[in-house]
């Protein structure tokens, strides 16, 4: 399927590894000029060599400078951004109910002001191309599933802030919609590690909790970020697609 990507722009935040840089290698493959972003310049430099034709910022996008200074150095370069990919997230935390105050502020910026913040830096560009958001979320927004209070709050808020905002921005021409996985696999992922602790209790729990069996892969992710970015997804705004096997039920 043509996703009509040639000619377009695109940003990828948290793209040096995983479902980042598997949403860029897709992109790049439909013809898409692909911006990757992470805050380490050695990885990037590493991801960009399997992104053909991408072009590399290193910033925070946690911080509202950085997301400005990404922005305004995408539109020097390329003139443009059609499409912006918000998939900075991690959701390494204390065990539930031991929270503090700094670690609800981290993972609020790392899951969700880093996405808030780069959807309201790249506002004017995206208003001029009429283009598409997507936002990465996660299932532990949508459900109760034993994941860290803080990033499963995290996710929650972003989720609202993808149905709530989507209405100011698509009077601006703008789609802003929100893909949530559930366990992906890729090397340096929560679910690797896992594995290699105890593949039983991962199989005992595939079984028990994912109707298709399996853990799912950076790609299954990609796809659909891909196809809600491009034009094909013209008159999809303000929507959480789950990307889980089967997990959730609601």
């Known amino acids: 399927m043509d996703l009509e990507l040639n000619g377009k722009v695109v940003v990828v935040t948290g793209s040096s590894?995983?479902?980042?840089?598997?949403?860029?290698?897709?992109?790049?493959?439909?013809?898409?000029?692909?911006?990757?972003?992470?805050?380490?310049?050695q990885r990037l430099a590493a991801a960009a060599d399997t992104v053909p034709g991408a072009s590399v910022f290193a910033a925070d996008v946690r911080e509202p400078v950085a997301c400005r200074q990404l922005v305004d150095w995408v539109l020097a370069r390329h003139g443009r951004i059609d499409g912006l990919v918000c998939n900075v997230g991690c959701g390494a935390s204390v065990p539930p109910g031991e929270e503090t105050p700094d670690e609800w502020r981290r993972l609020l910026d790392v899951n969700l002001h880093s996405a808030i913040q780069m959807v309201w830096a790249a506002d004017v560009a995206l208003s001029a191309s009429r283009g598409s958001v997507v936002c990465i979320s996660s299932i532990c927004g949508l459900e109760v599933l034993g994941c860290p209070v803080a990033y499963a709050g995290a996710k929650a808020a972003l989720e609202s802030f993808v149905r709530n905002a989507a209405r100011p921005l698509g009077r601006k021409g703008v789609r802003l919609n929100s893909v949530a996985p559930g366990n992906i696999l890729f090397p340096g992922s929560v679910w690797a590690r896992k594995r290699r602790e105890d593949p039983a209790a991962v199989d005992a729990m595939l079984a028990r909790d994912v109707p298709l069996?399996?853990?799912?892969?950076?790609?299954?992710?990609?796809?659909?970020?891909?196809?809600?970015?491009?034009?094909?997804?013209?008159?999809?705004?303000?929507?959480?697609?789950?990307?889980?096997g089967g997990q959730t039920r609601s």
């Open 17 to 41: 590894s995983g479902i980042g840089l598997a949403i860029a290698r897709t992109l790049a493959t439909e013809g898409a000029t692909v911006v990757i972003n992470g805050r380490d310049a």
């Open 213 to 244: 069996g399996r853990l799912g892969t950076p790609e299954d992710v990609a796809c659909l970020a891909a196809y809600l970015i491009s034009p094909l997804a013209a008159f999809i705004t303000g929507a959480t697609f789950v990307v889980d």
